[in-house]
């Protein structure tokens, strides 16, 4: 990665002490890049070849308004992602607005009353606990139709073994819920190694069991997908890594026939499953989006590590530090304290392609019980595989940075949140 300093001196003004900071941090991440680069291009080789094999042709571009019927466009798609997650079937709509939306549906699509939901990495993200019941009453929540709940922690940042095969053993457990992100924490995120092991590991002790993944800010990380190791279900955002900056909005859900045709019923209505749903002109953001998605997540992830190396080398605790394996694209940097927090945040806005002349305080935001501090100055709103600084503002004050659709971005906004917080 070469980055013209001297421009970085000449348009931002930064001194001399900053400039050699970050010119340090990229001579000392080399190696690192270049994994991520093999990372890359194994991953837009398999995205490529998806759409080769699946013969995307221009008219697959063209929109279908009403009910969407014979939408061979979006079908298109449906068939590329399945390959690209090596699954058999999937579901990508622009009418699920949001990650949350997309995991709902397949926590409902499967779940009946009765059931019992296993979540296997602790507390799921905070927008998911009052999908399941775990926070919240009255809005229709998983519990209050009768599924029932349990979860184990994770265990020094791998699972916890021995009470999964317990719980297991003990009772019939529909569905066990695997979130690979960190998300506001600062676990680890779960590897497709591990995903890989624990899933062999249930499906032992129960065949039937659905084991499904939260796989926000996962995707194109590492070569392989959680569907690709056993996993019978997975959904995500397409204003995270998968839409490649490039999509509005939607969300996916891949994985196993049965199941994806179930969520589809969810998602639309009842018998009528995949057959409708109108892609209103947005299938080429959709496509194009997916086909740039490994080279921007590889942006974000260079970001993330050149972030990782020069806030620790300031002092801060980061998690995972800049030479830990990553599979997502989060950065965890913990300031301990709330004002260094929410100038950090204002600082990386300023580095932003849009908006960059605002500055971000925190906010009630629908679906979170603190308020939250958001830098994101993208094209689409919301986005965070461009880039996007987000807190909850809570001890310990952990600010999470991700994405940037050029490495560059990234390193403007992280040198001018140093200069923030620097003033202090
Ligand atoms: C982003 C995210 C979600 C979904 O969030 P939305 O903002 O609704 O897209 C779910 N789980 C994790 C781990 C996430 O990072």
Same mark, same amino acid.
């Given at each position: 990665?070469?980055i013209?300093?001297?421009?970085?001196k000449?348009?931002?003004?930064?001194?001399?002490e900053?400039?050699?900071?970050?010119?340090?941090?990229?001579?000392?991440?080399?190696?690192?890049?270049e994994?991520?680069?093999?990372v890359? *291009?194994?991953?837009q080789?398999?995205?490529?070849?998806?759409?080769?094999?699946? /013969? @995307?042709s221009?008219?697959?571009l063209?929109?279908?308004d009403?009910?969407?019927?014979?939408? *061979?466009?979006?079908?298109?798609?449906?068939r590329?992602?399945?390959d690209?997650?090596?699954c058999?079937d999937s579901?990508?709509?622009?009418?699920?607005i949001?990650g949350?939306?997309a995991?709902s549906?397949m @926590?409902?699509?499967?779940l009946?009353?009765?059931?019992?939901l296993?979540s296997?990495c602790?507390?799921?993200y905070?927008?998911?606990?009052?999908?399941?019941?775990?926070?919240?009453?009255g809005?229709g929540?998983?519990?209050?139709?009768?599924?029932?709940?349990e979860?184990?922690? @994770? /265990?020094?940042d791998?699972f916890?073994?021995?009470?999964?095969?317990?719980l297991?053993?003990?009772?019939k457990v529909k569905?066990?819920f695997?979130q690979?992100?960190?998300?506001? *924490?600062?676990r680890?995120?779960?590897s497709i190694e =591990?995903?890989?092991?624990i899933?062999?590991?249930?499906?032992d002790i129960?065949?039937?069991?659905?084991?499904?993944?939260?796989?926000c800010?996962?995707?194109f990380?590492?070569?392989?997908?959680?569907?690709?190791v056993?996993?019978?279900?997975?959904?995500?955002s397409?204003? =995270?890594?998968?839409?490649?900056?490039?999509?509005s909005?939607?969300?996916?859900?891949?994985?196993?026939?049965d199941? +994806?045709?179930?969520?589809?019923?969810?998602?639309?209505?009842?018998?009528?499953? =995949?057959e409708?749903?109108?892609?209103?002109?947005?299938?080429?953001?959709?496509?194009?989006? #997916?086909?740039?998605?490994?080279?921007?997540v590889?942006?974000?992830?260079?970001?993330a590590?050149?972030?990782?190396?020069?806030m620790?080398k300031?002092?801060?605790e980061?998690?995972?530090?800049?030479?830990e394996?990553?599979t997502?694209i989060?950065?965890?940097?913990?300031?301990n304290?709330e004002?260094?927090?929410i100038?950090?945040?204002?600082?990386?806005?300023?580095?932003?392609?849009?908006d960059s002349?605002?500055?971000?305080e925190?906010?009630?935001?629908p679906?979170?019980?603190?308020?939250v501090?958001?830098?994101?100055?993208?094209? +689409?709103q919301?986005?965070?595989?461009?880039l996007?600084c987000?807190?909850?503002?809570?001890?310990?004050f952990?600010?999470?940075?991700?994405?940037s *659709?050029?490495?560059?971005?990234?390193?403007?906004?992280? #040198? =001018?949140?140093?200069?923030m917080i620097?003033?202090?």
């Open positions: 990665m070469e013209d300093f001297e421009a970085l000449k348009f931002y003004n930064f001194d001399m900053l400039i050699a900071l970050a010119q340090q941090a990229i001579e000392n991440v080399k190696e690192i890049f994994k991520i680069d093999r890359k *291009s194994h991953n080789l398999k995205i490529l070849n998806a759409f080769h094999k699946n /013969k @995307l221009y008219t697959h063209n929109k279908t009403g009910y969407g019927y014979s939408d *061979s466009g979006r079908d298109v798609i449906e590329i992602y399945s690209v997650f090596g058999e579901l990508v709509r622009i009418q699920f949001s949350t939306q995991i549906t @926590l409902f699509g499967i009946r009353p009765g059931d019992l296993l296997i602790g507390k799921p905070d927008t998911l606990q009052k999908v399941i019941g775990i926070k919240g009453g809005c929540s998983l519990l209050e139709f009768g599924v029932r709940y979860e184990v922690e @994770l /265990k020094e791998n916890d073994y021995d009470k999964i095969e317990n297991l053993k003990r009772q569905a066990v695997i690979r992100s960190r998300g506001y *924490s600062l680890g995120s779960v =591990k995903i890989k092991q899933t062999q590991f249930i499906k129960s065949q039937d069991t659905i084991v499904m993944v939260d796989n800010y996962g995707e990380v590492e070569e392989k997908e959680p569907t690709e056993g996993a019978d279900l997975i959904a995500g397409l204003i =995270k890594n998968p839409g490649g900056t490039i999509a909005c939607g969300g996916y859900i891949a994985g196993r026939k199941l +994806v045709e179930m969520c589809a019923d969810r998602l639309n209505t009842p018998g009528m499953g =995949k409708v749903g109108p892609s209103l002109g947005f299938n080429k953001e959709i496509l194009q989006g #997916l086909l740039f998605a490994p080279h921007i590889s942006e974000s992830l260079k970001v590590v050149f972030a990782a190396y020069i620790e300031m002092g801060y980061v998690f995972p530090r800049y030479d394996h990553r997502d989060i950065q965890s940097i913990v300031f304290n004002e260094k927090l100038r950090f945040c204002q600082g990386i806005q300023k580095g932003c392609p849009v002349n605002v500055l971000p925190p906010w009630d935001m679906g979170y019980s603190h308020k501090i958001m830098a994101a100055g993208g094209f +689409v919301g986005t965070s595989l461009e996007s987000d807190a909850p503002v809570r001890e310990p952990v600010a999470y940075l991700q994405g *659709s050029s490495f560059e971005i990234g390193v403007v906004g992280i #040198l =001018k949140a140093i200069e620097r003033r202090m």
